[in-house]
């Protein structure tokens, strides 16, 4: 039995090819019966991606403004504007906010099951797990979800 932790990732990842591209291959790098130990900023609201088209693009800094140019799959241009890139080396950008109904939806087409989302409670203080009191909209909890044998 062999599992994958995913941590504060899937947010990243471009919309093309396609995020479910990425949760299949998740679900084909573990061996039957593995487990998915995964998390991800996401509401109990809807899914929003950002950039839903993006696709062969460049970020540009002008004026101290991040800006995107993209062109679609169509040939359509794009322009974003203050766009929030995250610290760190190169240009990591936060492409989509998911909603715990998206992640199921991913998950379960993926072929995942006994997907379980982990609620706060006020055991996990004793195992150095503290969430901050203002953590009311967009949630990390942690979330497992198993391949079937």
């Known amino acids: 039995m062999d599992f994958i932790i995913s941590s504060e990732v899937f947010e990243y990842v471009n919309p093309y090819p396609s995020l479910e591209f990425a949760f299949n291959n998740l679900y084909k790098m ?3 019966g593995g487990y998915l130990v995964f998390s ?11 950039y839903p088209n993006l696709y062969n693009y460049t970020i540009k800094k002008v004026n101290d403004q991040n800006i995107i140019y ?6 359509k241009k794009e322009v974003f504007y ?4 995250e610290e760190g080396d190169g240009n990591t950008i936060e492409m989509r906010l998911f909603s715990k109904s998206s992640i199921t ?7 995942f099951v006994d997907i379980t989302f982990y609620d706060i409670t006020e055991d996990m ?4 797990i503290f969430w901050s009191s203002d953590n ?5 909890l942690i979330i497992s ?3 079937p044998m």
């Open 125 to 128: 203080n004793k195992y150095g």
């Open 105 to 111: 939806f991913y998950l379960e087409k993926s072929g």
């Open 70 to 75: 993209n062109k679609t799959k169509q040939n």
């Open 82 to 85: 203050n766009v929030r890139i």
């Open 145 to 147: 979800a198993k391949k």
């Open 30 to 32: 573990l061996g039957n």
């Open 136 to 140: 009311t909209n967009n949630f990390s």
């Open 40 to 50: 991800v900023p996401f509401s109990y609201d809807k899914h929003r991606e950002h």
